[in-house]
């Protein structure tokens, strides 16, 4: 009994036991790999599912895209190159009997691939998805928000041959209700459903619904990005600047006819800072349904 109190008294032995100890302790590096472990399995868990199979339309509600009349022009020099530039407004309206809505999702947040699914109302309750080709991308400072590709472009065109000698193809669309134009179409709310924010203003965003509401628009002012046609090396004279929403048909709509409106302008001092004026316009489009 003295014998094992001495073995058990002994410094090292105590040592070794303190050691021991510290080796059953869980190290720290385990610790941030299980927390990140856990942070992966809340991401998954919060991933939107893809959507159920839904029945297929009964009576839909469609969106109709149209152009509203174009009401700014302004010449000037691009950012950054200062070659010569003619600006103009663009906003994309509803006019249909449903709301233009797209519901994006993607299955993890580090990966590019979002599916957009145009969402439509039915007439007796509930709604379709269609699923369509468009793309996305997320524009930083100062926007910092998910931008649709292709929504809307605008050109600038021979008078006489109608040869498109310049165009722009937005890139960067959010789409939400920043203008009331036909407030008295059935549907339309007073004030706005689809907010900037709903563009999703985190790059890891996994799900957005973003659109316009009847009777509602998306205006584009002049002097924002992607707004600006080039006129470097074309003289002075006469031209048409026409614009066209969804350009691609990616969207259903009841009426593919009435997505264009233009403008004719007198282009001077091309090789310097544009002037511009405004010589004839597209008769406004209105609403087909009372």
């Given at each position: 009994m003295d014998r094992v109190?001495?073995?058990?008294?002994?410094?090292?032995?105590?040592?070794?036991?303190?050691?021991s100890n510290r080796r059953l302790a869980?190290?720290?590096?385990?610790?941030?790999?299980?927390?990140?472990?856990?942070?992966?399995?809340?991401?998954?868990?919060?991933?939107?599912?893809?959507?159920?199979?839904?029945?297929?339309?009964?009576?839909?509600m469609l969106p109709d895209l149209a152009m509203a009349p174009i009401e700014e022009?302004?010449?000037?020099?691009?950012e950054g190159t200062l070659e010569p530039v003619v600006r103009v407004e663009g906003t994309i309206m509803n006019i249909g009997t449903g709301d233009f809505r797209l519901s994006i999702r993607r299955s993890l947040p580090w990966t590019?691939?979002?599916?957009?699914?145009?969402?439509?109302?039915?007439?007796?309750?509930?709604?379709?998805?269609?699923?369509?080709?468009?793309?996305?991308?997320?524009?930083?400072?100062?926007h910092d928000h998910w931008h649709v590709q292709d929504m809307e472009a605008h050109r600038l065109e021979d008078l006489e041959t109608g040869e498109v000698i310049n165009e722009v193809i937005k890139q960067g669309y959010c789409?939400?209700?920043?203008d009331l134009y036909f407030g008295e179409l059935p549907g339309a709310p007073a004030e706005p459903v689809f907010l900037e924010t709903a563009c999703g203003v985190s790059p890891i965003t996994t799900a957005m619904?973003?659109?316009?509401?009847?009777?509602?628009?998306?205006?584009?002012?002049?002097?924002?990005?992607?707004?600006?046609?080039t006129l470097a090396g074309i003289p002075d004279g006469t031209y048409r600047i026409r614009e066209i929403a969804d350009p691609f048909d990616m969207i259903e709509e009841?009426?593919?006819?009435?997505?264009?409106?233009?403008?004719?302008?007198e282009l001077t001092d091309t090789d310097a800072i544009p002037k511009v004026r405004i010589v004839d316009r597209a008769d406004p489009v209105t609403p087909s349904v009372p």
């Open positions: 109190r001495r073995v058990l008294a002994r410094p090292g032995r105590m040592r070794a036991m303190t050691s869980i190290p720290r590096w385990l610790i941030v790999v299980g927390a990140i472990a856990v942070t992966i399995v809340i991401l998954v868990g919060m991933v939107t599912r893809e959507p159920k199979p839904l029945p297929a339309p009964v009576e839909p022009v302004k010449g000037g020099l691009l590019t691939d979002w599916t957009v699914y145009q969402r439509i109302e039915e007439a007796g309750g509930g709604y379709t998805e269609r699923e369509t080709p468009a793309e996305l991308t997320f524009v930083a400072d100062p789409m939400f209700d920043s619904s973003t659109g316009v509401s009847i009777g509602w628009g998306d205006k584009y002012p002049w002097h924002m990005m992607e707004q600006a046609i009841s009426d593919e006819t009435n997505n264009e409106t233009w403008i004719v302008v």
